[in-house]
C-alpha cells in the first residue's frame, strides 16, 4: 500500500501516534529544511501552534530537526495559522510551520507548511517533501556541528498580527456600539481576537477562551456554536462570532441565536466589497460544497462564481489563477486576498461586523438576501478500506450522478481524518433526501462488509 503522510491540509492524525509522532516531526523538518534551504543567506522558518497539548512535543521536534540542518528558527508560541502566514512575509523568513490539527479535538494534531509567500504548498511540493521524509537514510541531509542553526523566541509576533489584522479596515472603521459575543474555541486566537475587536470599540463578551490543552474545540468554537447562540440571546448581543481552534474559520450568528449559513456569509462579504469598488476581476471563488442559491444571488449584481475543489488552499490557487481577491468556503474559510493567503477568521468577522454598523441594521434583516436551495450534508465514518475505491460503489455512484445531472452531487474522501463528506443539493428536497438516503445505504453496506 502507498504511504500518503499529507492530507487535504498538511499532515494530521492522533498525536504521538503515526504519522502524528516526535519521530516523524523531526523527519519532517529535516526534510522541509532540505527542501527549502537556499544558498547565500542563513535559512529561516517561522513555527506557531495552537492550544492543544502535544504541541510540547512536536514543537521541539521540529525545532531539533531544522536546527539539524543549519535553519534558524523562529519560535512565536500560540497564534492563528493566518497569522503564520503573514510573519513568514514580514520576517523575510524562508518558510513556515502551524502545529494544528484545526477544528479537530485536543487528541489530533497536525503540520501544515507554508511558504515564503505565505502560500500553502501545492501536491508536487508535498510528495518530494514526503519522499525525503520516508527516506531510509535522511540522516544524510545532517550538517557539520558548526553549521547548526540557532532557535529565538519572538515577543512581539501576537502584536505584529494584531496590527495586521486592523490594517484590513480602515482607521475610522469604529465597531463602537456592538456588543459581540466571542468563541475562541479555547484556541490559538483566545488571546489576540478578543483584544482586536476591543481596540476597535467594540464591547467584546469572550467565552471559550480559557484553553487549558485538551479543551480546544470541546463543544465550543465554529464546530459547536450552539452555546453561543445561547450566550447571544442571554446578553442581547448584536451578533456571535465564532472561530475555530486555529483561527481560519468563522461562523456568525444573529441577535436572535440563528446561524448564518456560510453562504450567505460570502455573498454577504462579496456583495460588501463589490458596493465599495474592492472587488476585483468581477468574480469570487467557492468550492463544489458551496449552494447554487448562492450563485444565483451573485449572478444578479454581475459577480461570477467559480468553483473549486474543497479547501481553502484550492480556493487560494483559484483565486490566484482567475486574479480575484476574495473566496471562501461554506465551513467558514474565508480569504481576503488583500490580507491574507489563506483563511482568516478574525478578518471575515471584521467584514461581517462593518457591514452590521454601516447599515443601522439588525443582523437578523440583513441575512435574508437568499434561502440556499435544499441541501444535505452527511459524513459516514470508515475504518479499514475506502469504499469510494471499491470498483461496484465507482460504477453505482456514477449512475447515481449521471441520472440526475441537473441536480448536484458530491460524494468525496475527508483528507483529514477515515470519514466520507456527501452532499446532495437540487430544488425539490424530496429528491435531495431519497438520493442521500441511497447513497448512504451504498456506501454503508460496503463498509460493512469490508
Given at each position: 500500500?502507498?504511504?500518503?503522510?499529507?492530507?487535504?491540509?498538511?499532515?494530521?492524525?492522533?498525536?504521538?501516534?503515526?504519522?502524528?509522532t516526535?519521530?516523524?516531526?523531526?523527519?519532517?523538518?529535516?526534510?522541509?529544511?532540505?527542501?527549502?534551504?537556499?544558498?547565500?543567506?542563513?535559512?529561516?522558518v517561522?513555527?506557531?501552534?495552537?492550544?492543544?497539548?502535544?504541541?510540547y512535543?512536536?514543537?521541539?521536534?521540529?525545532?531539533a530537526?531544522?536546527?539539524?540542518?543549519?535553519?534558524d528558527?523562529?519560535?512565536?508560541?500560540?497564534?492563528?495559522?493566518?497569522?503564520?502566514?503573514?510573519?513568514?512575509?514580514?520576517?523575510?523568513?524562508?518558510?513556515?510551520?502551524?502545529i494544528?490539527?484545526?477544528?479537530?479535538?485536543?487528541?489530533?494534531?497536525?503540520?501544515?507548511?507554508?511558504?515564503?509567500?505565505?502560500?500553502?504548498?501545492?501536491?508536487?511540493?508535498?510528495?518530494?517533501i514526503?519522499?525525503?521524509?520516508?527516506?531510509d537514510?535522511?540522516?544524510?541531509?545532517l550538517?557539520?556541528?558548526?553549521?547548526?542553526?540557532?532557535?529565538?523566541?519572538?515577543?512581539?509576533?501576537?502584536?505584529r498580527?494584531?496590527?495586521?489584522?486592523?490594517?484590513?479596515?480602515?482607521?475610522?472603521?469604529?465597531?463602537?456600539?456592538?456588543?459581540?459575543?466571542?468563541?475562541?474555541?479555547?484556541?490559538?486566537?483566545?488571546?489576540?481576537?478578543?483584544?482586536i475587536l476591543?481596540?476597535?470599540?467594540?464591547?467584546?463578551?469572550?467565552?471559550?477562551?480559557?484553553p487549558?490543552?485538551?479543551?480546544?474545540?470541546?463543544?465550543?468554537?465554529?464546530?459547536?456554536?450552539?452555546?453561543?447562540?445561547?450566550?447571544?440571546?442571554?446578553?442581547?448581543?448584536?451578533?456571535?462570532i465564532?472561530?475555530?481552534?486555529?483561527?481560519?474559520?468563522?461562523?456568525?450568528?444573529?441577535?436572535?441565536?440563528?446561524?448564518?449559513?456560510?453562504?450567505?456569509?460570502?455573498?454577504?462579504?462579496?456583495?460588501?466589497?463589490?458596493?465599495?469598488?474592492?472587488?476585483?476581476?468581477?468574480?469570487?471563488?467557492?468550492?463544489?460544497?458551496?449552494?447554487?442559491?448562492?450563485?444565483?444571488?451573485?449572478?444578479?449584481?454581475?459577480?461570477?462564481?467559480?468553483?473549486?475543489?474543497?479547501?481553502?488552499?484550492?480556493?487560494?490557487?483559484?483565486?490566484?489563477?482567475?486574479?480575484?481577491?476574495?473566496?471562501?468556503?461554506?465551513?467558514?474559510?474565508?480569504?481576503?486576498?488583500?490580507?491574507?493567503?489563506?483563511?482568516?477568521?478574525?478578518?471575515?468577522?471584521?467584514?461581517?461586523?462593518?457591514?452590521?454598523?454601516?447599515?443601522?441594521?439588525?443582523?437578523?434583516?440583513l441575512?435574508?438576501?437568499?434561502?440556499?436551495?435544499?441541501?444535505?450534508?452527511?459524513?459516514?465514518?470508515?475504518?479499514?478500506?475506502?469504499?469510494?475505491?471499491?470498483?461496484?460503489?465507482?460504477?453505482?455512484?456514477?449512475?447515481?450522478?449521471?441520472?440526475?445531472s441537473?441536480?448536484?452531487?458530491?460524494?468525496?474522501?475527508?483528507?483529514?481524518?477515515?470519514?466520507?463528506?456527501?452532499?446532495?443539493?437540487?430544488?425539490?428536497?424530496?429528491?435531495?433526501?431519497?438520493?442521500?438516503?441511497?447513497?448512504?445505504?451504498?456506501?454503508?453496506?460496503?463498509?460493512?462488509?469490508?
Amino acid at each position: 500500500m502507498t504511504v500518503k503522510l499529507f492530507g487535504t491540509d498538511g499532515i494530521r492524525g492522533p498525536a504521538n501516534q503515526y504519522p502524528m509522532t516526535a519521530d516523524i516531526a523531526l523527519k519532517f523538518a529535516i526534510a522541509a529544511g532540505v527542501y527549502y534551504k537556499q544558498d547565500g543567506h542563513k535559512n529561516r522558518v517561522v513555527i506557531g501552534k495552537d492550544t492543544r497539548l502535544s504541541g510540547y512535543l512536536l514543537e521541539p521536534a521540529l525545532t531539533a530537526g531544522f536546527i539539524s540542518v543549519g535553519v534558524d528558527v523562529i519560535l512565536v508560541g500560540p497564534i492563528p495559522t493566518p497569522a503564520i502566514s503573514m510573519l513568514v512575509k514580514a520576517l523575510r523568513a524562508d518558510f513556515g510551520v502551524m502545529i494544528t490539527a484545526s477544528h479537530n479535538p485536543y487528541y489530533d494534531n497536525g503540520l501544515k507548511l507554508f511558504n515564503k509567500n505565505g502560500e500553502k504548498l501545492l501536491n508536487e511540493c508535498e510528495n518530494k517533501i514526503q519522499t525525503m521524509i520516508l527516506d531510509d537514510d535522511i540522516n544524510k541531509y545532517l550538517v557539520q556541528s558548526d553549521q547548526l542553526g540557532r532557535a529565538r523566541r519572538l515577543e512581539d509576533a501576537p502584536g505584529r498580527y494584531i496590527e495586521h489584522v486592523k490594517s484590513s479596515v480602515t482607521k475610522s472603521s469604529s465597531l463602537s456600539g456592538l456588543r459581540v459575543v466571542l468563541d475562541t474555541a479555547n484556541g490559538a486566537a483566545y488571546h489576540l481576537a478578543p483584544t482586536i475587536l476591543w481596540e476597535l470599540g467594540a464591547e467584546v463578551v469572550p467565552i471559550a477562551a480559557e484553553p487549558n490543552g485538551f479543551n480546544i474545540n470541546a463543544a465550543c468554537g465554529a464546530t459547536a456554536p450552539e452555546v453561543m447562540a445561547i450566550k447571544v440571546k442571554e446578553l442581547r448581543a448584536d451578533i456571535g462570532i465564532a472561530l475555530d481552534g486555529d483561527g481560519d474559520r468563522l461562523v456568525v450568528v444573529t441577535e436572535q441565536g440563528k446561524i448564518v449559513h456560510g453562504d450567505i456569509v460570502i455573498g454577504m462579504i462579496a456583495k460588501g466589497l463589490l458596493d465599495r469598488g474592492r472587488l476585483i476581476g468581477g468574480a469570487i471563488v467557492v468550492t463544489e460544497m458551496s449552494n447554487t442559491a448562492l450563485c444565483d444571488y451573485l449572478d444578479q449584481y454581475g459577480i461570477k462564481t467559480i468553483r473549486t475543489a474543497v479547501g481553502d488552499r484550492n480556493v487560494r490557487e483559484a483565486m490566484l489563477t482567475h486574479g480575484t481577491n476574495f473566496g471562501g468556503e461554506q465551513s467558514g474559510h474565508i480569504i481576503m486576498g488583500d490580507y491574507a493567503t489563506t483563511g482568516d477568521g478574525i478578518v471575515a468577522a471584521l467584514q461581517m461586523l462593518l457591514i452590521l454598523v454601516e447599515s443601522g441594521k439588525k443582523l437578523s434583516e440583513l441575512v435574508n438576501i437568499f434561502e440556499p436551495y435544499p441541501q444535505v450534508l452527511r459524513s459516514l465514518k470508515f475504518q479499514n478500506n475506502n469504499p469510494l475505491e471499491h470498483p461496484k460503489v465507482i460504477e453505482k455512484l456514477s449512475q447515481i450522478q449521471s441520472k440526475h445531472s441537473e441536480q448536484r452531487v458530491s460524494i468525496r474522501a475527508s483528507g483529514t481524518e477515515k470519514v466520507i463528506r456527501i452532499m446532495v443539493e437540487g430544488k425539490e428536497e424530496t429528491w435531495v433526501h431519497d438520493t442521500v438516503e441511497e447513497i448512504e445505504k451504498l456506501l454503508t453496506d460496503h463498509i460493512h462488509d469490508s
